[in-house]
T-cell receptor, first 114, second 117 residues
Framework: SQQGEEDPQALSIQEGENATMNCSYK?????LQWYRQNSGRGLVHLIL?????REKHSGRLRVTLDTSKKSSSLLITASRAADTASYFC??????????????FGTGTRLLVSP | DTGVSQDPRHKITKRGQNVTFRCDPI?????LYWYRQTLGQGPEFLTYFQNEAQLEKSRLLSDRFSAERPKGSFSTLEIQRTEQGDSAMYLC???????????????FGSGTRLTVV
């Protein structure tokens, strides 16, 4: 089962614009991660934010985390056509036993037009 | 290191046949995961290994599915008596040991796309 949902399900923008994707989740987490997936390919890790962090940057990516609302957002600034992909958030909720697994959201399909 | 490798990339099989997929993780990663992804959905967890021990299996993993990781290196996922509902992308991922895992994400392979006809 999916941990949560992402919003919007699909997003279409022009090159140079910013893209914002939101993720909501259900349980307490250790960290939240964002992944990118090009069509028919595997997932690529973009950025990880820990539960005690509120904001993190990596290049043109900015991630925020609000644990009180159980939500996160991914902002891609100055988007490029090459950013066209599906973006997934994934939560890492480690159990007391130490077992760790990622639970993925439903994804946002981003289309950046030249 | 070339990352996580999966083989084959694509597999078309007839319903009722058995199929086996292989995953070669990053050599220094001792954790290995299998996920399944259907069209338009996020990946769903199937099973997880730490070294050679299979520590958890999802309820999605029926008794027709079996995974192994002999010697804690590569892993295989076998599906017996395939059904059309098994058609999906099967993704393998690996990660570092626990105390560092909060710093790094998973590294995924390119997946094996299974089509059952």
């Amino acid at each position: 089962s999916q941990q949560g949902e992402e919003d919007p399900q699909a997003l279409s923008i022009q090159e140079g614009e910013n893209a914002t994707m939101n993720c909501s989740y259900k349980t307490s987490i250790n960290n939240l991660q964002w992944y990118r997936q090009n069509s028919g390919r595997g997932l690529v890790h973009l950025i990880l934010i820990r539960s005690n962090e509120r904001e993190k940057h990596s290049g043109r990516l900015r991630v925020t985390l609000d644990t009180s609302k159980k939500s996160s957002s991914l902002l891609i600034t100055a988007s490029r056509a090459a950013d066209t992909a599906s973006y997934f958030c994934a939560t890492d909720a480690e159990r007391n036993t130490g077992f760790q697994k990622l639970v993925f959201g439903t994804g946002t399909r981003l289309l950046v037009s030249p | 290191d070339t990352g996580v490798s999966q083989d084959p990339r694509h597999k078309i099989t007839k319903r009722g046949q058995n199929v086996t997929f292989r995953c070669d993780p990053i050599s220094e990663h001792n954790r290995l995961y299998w996920y399944r992804q259907t069209l338009g959905q996020g990946p769903e967890f199937l099973t997880y290994f730490q070294n050679e021990a299979q520590l958890e299996k999802s309820r999605l993993l029926s008794d027709r599915f079996s995974a192994e990781r002999p010697k804690g290196s590569f892993s295989t996922l076998e599906i017996q008596r395939t059904e059309q509902g098994d058609s999906a992308m099967y993704l393998c991922a690996s990660s570092r040991i626990q105390r560092e895992s909060h710093l790094y994400g998973y590294t995924f392979g390119s997946g094996t796309r299974l089509t059952v006809v």
